[in-house]
């Protein structure tokens, strides 16, 4: 017999609020910024393809994993793992698990927050015309002037971490639902109509093979198109454990799951669509790194009809969807202070906004005074600065040893019957998630870390 918990922060009004929740948490910069950069620089094709598997046989079934710990534990992810270990008369040592993932959090926000910034920046840059019938250069040489100027990042960095913390101190569920049923939609309409220009640019064919026609790919690859699937469906830290934890019992978790992923992922690959034909129609390089898609669509937005307006449009809704991602980030931190040290939300946020704050600044430098200041780690990375340090270690290594033990936990300590009551699925669906959980995603995980650092060749 399983005792009946209550979540002491309250619960989503039902089903379809959590979904939201769940995709604004998922839908941020990892898709829109993120993904097409990070395709850029390892060939498209084949990292597209590698991405898209981890998405269906890793990141899905560890969602349903992650969301069912939450809502079995009812508490931020370092108490719910206490309870289910005792609950499953486990080792108590658990609860790292739970630590694992708000320092993870900590440390993606820090600088999640300071290219947020970037393009609350660009909600202004766009508005004031500036792009208006620009060239590549143009473009270029306002974005590089953006992020050489340490004082500018530092203050939209500033403002932005402002905005989490004011909402995390309201409590997660005010006003959240709502503002995503309406801003998410239009986001993807506003892809849409980005793509439909991209295809009048006479590259979307390049585009589109650039995407999807598989080509060379090395393990240390393989090993960052694993790790952004987890960043982009906010896996392995406690984030979706900590929205699980505050859904009702009869909600059915592995539709909810599809339901996210395929949201998720739609976003990415139009992300992609709308940037790389205009990449290639503008003769520019798909690996230029964390500033492509401010170094591309502004040529868009400068060259379409209507283009200032569907650009301060765009801007306003990637920096209100980081700002969803943004708040499930240090969302298990104040859940665990509110918990355990008895303080206010107020309190806690603040808290954890200052310290995320402050090591943000070793972020707003890596793009300027401490741009050369690198280091290499031999299989790794190689010239990795401040920033870098800490995309790797978080996207590459941090979530998908998360993601890895919420699989063993859920698959092979907790007991069966546990998992099947909770999940409360079709047979046949509860044994092909078992299984994949089970077999097929620790040892997937465990192959791509050791072919990245050269153990084995794929
Ligand atoms: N999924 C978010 C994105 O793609 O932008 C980033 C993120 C949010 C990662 C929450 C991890 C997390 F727990």
């Known amino acids: 017999m399983t005792t009946p918990r209550k979540s002491i922060h309250g619960q989503w009004s039902g089903r379809m609020a959590f979904i939201l929740a769940a995709t604004g948490s998922a839908v941020g910069l990892g898709n829109i910024w993120k993904f097409p950069y990070i395709a850029g620089e390892h060939g ?57 993932g708000i320092v993870a959090g900590f440390l993606i926000l820090s600088y999640y927050s300071v290219i947020a910034g970037w393009a609350l920046s660009y909600v202004f840059r766009t508005g004031s015309g500036m792009f208006l019938g620009a060239t590549a250069d143009g473009v270029n040489s306002i974005f590089n002037n953006l992020v050489s100027d340490p004082e500018h990042l530092l203050a939209w960095h500033t403002i932005f971490m402002v905005m989490t913390m004011v909402v995390v101190a309201r409590g997660v569920k005010n006003g959240l639902e709502k503002a995503v049923t309406f801003l998410m939609p239009m986001l993807f309409g506003l892809l849409l109509l980005i793509v439909g220009y991209a295809m009048t640019t006479g590259h979307f064919q390049e585009g589109f093979d650039f995407m999807f026609i598989p080509g060379k790919i090395d393990g240390n690859a393989i090993l960052i198109a694993m790790g952004h699937a987890f960043f982009t469906l906010s896996l392995g830290m406690g984030a979706i454990m900590v929205y699980g934890s505050y859904l009702p019992k009869s909600t059915s978790i592995t539709q909810a799951a599809f339901a996210i992923a395929i949201a998720d992922t739609t976003v990415a690959l139009l992300a992609g669509l709308a940037i790389f034909p205009i990449v290639f129609a503008n003769g520019l390089e798909p690996d230029k790194g964390p500033g492509l898609i401010f170094q591309t669509l502004p040529i868009a937005f400068g060259h379409m009809e209507g283009g200032t307006l569907i650009g301060v449009s765009f801007f306003v809704l990637l920096v209100f969807a980081a700002w969803t991602s943004a708040i499930s980030l240090i969302e298990p931190a104040v859940a665990w202070l509110v918990e355990n040290r008895n303080m206010s939300r107020i309190y806690a946020s603040v808290w954890i906004g200052v310290l995320t704050w402050l090591l943000g600044l070793g972020s707003v430098f890596s793009f ?70 089970r077999y097929v995603t620790p040892v997937a995980v465990l192959i791509v870390f050791l072919s990245a650092i050269g153990v084995i060749k794929l």
């Open 44 to 100: 498209g094709g084949t990292f597209v393809l590698v991405y898209l598997f981890c998405i269906a046989l890793i990141g899905v079934p560890i969602m349903i994993a992650e969301v069912m710990l939450g809502r079995r534990g009812q508490q931020s992810p370092v108490n719910t793992m206490e309870y289910l270990a005792s609950e499953e008369k486990r080792n108590e040592s658990w609860v790292l698990l739970g630590w694992l």
């Open 368 to 437: 300027n005074i401490w741009k050369d200041n690198t280091w290499s780690l031999p299989y790794l990375f190689k010239d990795a600065n401040f920033f870098d340090t800490l995309d790797y270690l978080t996207a590459n290594i941090m979530l998908p040893l998360g993601g890895l033990f919420i699989a063993i936990f859920a698959a092979w300590l907790m007991r069966e019957s546990s998992s099947r009551e909770e999940l409360a699925t079709w047979p046949l669906i509860y044994r092909g998630w078992h299984f994949l959980t």
